[in-house]
């Protein structure tokens, strides 16, 4: 979760309003520092800006005629406010500066823009920034007693994060020689991520644990449903051609339910950056993850009945977190 800034006025800021006749403030010190104007009874508390509808204008900003707050010199602008110079707009408005950030759905488009944790994107100039994110004091001990008790480091980077993170996300050791993949798949999902690719999920579940992106997820749809009973199919499988429809080849595949969106997967050819292919289950769970890894496609699964929506979403998080070059 992003932390927000709050910003509050300076305390010895005062007030200005005109005569009618549009005479200058008096001398009596109503005139905040910078001698700003605050026309309609506005407050100018801080720098001498101009409040043109009675609004608030801080740091010398403007405040527009909805009363809303901003500040472009790298202020907030709340309230769907705009700040142009790198500030944050909390109220899903536009932040165009470098490094910006957008919150509540925004767009902060520009060099070193961030994702939005409502799932807006920010775009760079060459594909996506890796989330910055501060792991929560329990996270980063949950890793160490991870790591006490079982050593993973001969693995390559991307194989032991992707590992590490499922382990995580299910207390569960076994994970650490229950994973398959391999370095280069997971390579190439993570170059596809970074490059924007869509992230598909099977069930909602899978989409409410991968926080860092917007994910596919029509399974809800009613459309879904009038295709599974027209072609008598899985409202799953149904899902996966609906999804791809929308997103075309490219796309990040994670399934951590239903074993006929696996297999859907592999017999509509979505040519896919890379599957996340673990459902649980007695039924077809394990079948369904064999075909996965006998398909040839970029794949990472694991070989028992265990999986569902947690780990699979792990599985998809490890790369999205993860930093600098696997190399």
Known sequence: MTDQATLEPDANGGTTTPSDAGAPPSSSGATPSGSGMAPNGGMAPNGGGVAPGGGVALGGGVAPSDGGTASPSGGVASGGGVAPGGGVAPGGGVAPGGGAMALGGGVAPGNGGMASPSGGVAPRDVGVAPRVRKPHPVELESFEILRSRVDLSPMPPLWRAVT?????????????????????????GLAALRAGAPIVTDVEMVAAGISARDTVCPVADPATGRMARAAGISRSA??????????????????GCAPTALHEIIERGVRPALVIGMPVGFVGATES???LRDSGLPQVSNVSEKGGSAVAAAACNALLYFEGDPR
């Open 164 to 188: 590490e993170r499922v382990i995580h996300a299910s207390a569960d050791m076994e994970y650490a020689v229950d994973v398959l993949t391999t370095e280069e798949h997971l390579a190439a």
């Open 238 to 255: 149904a899902a996966v051609r609906l999804a791809y429809a929308e997103v075309g080849p490219g796309a990040i595949w994670v399934v």
């Open 289 to 291: 993850k064999q075909a």
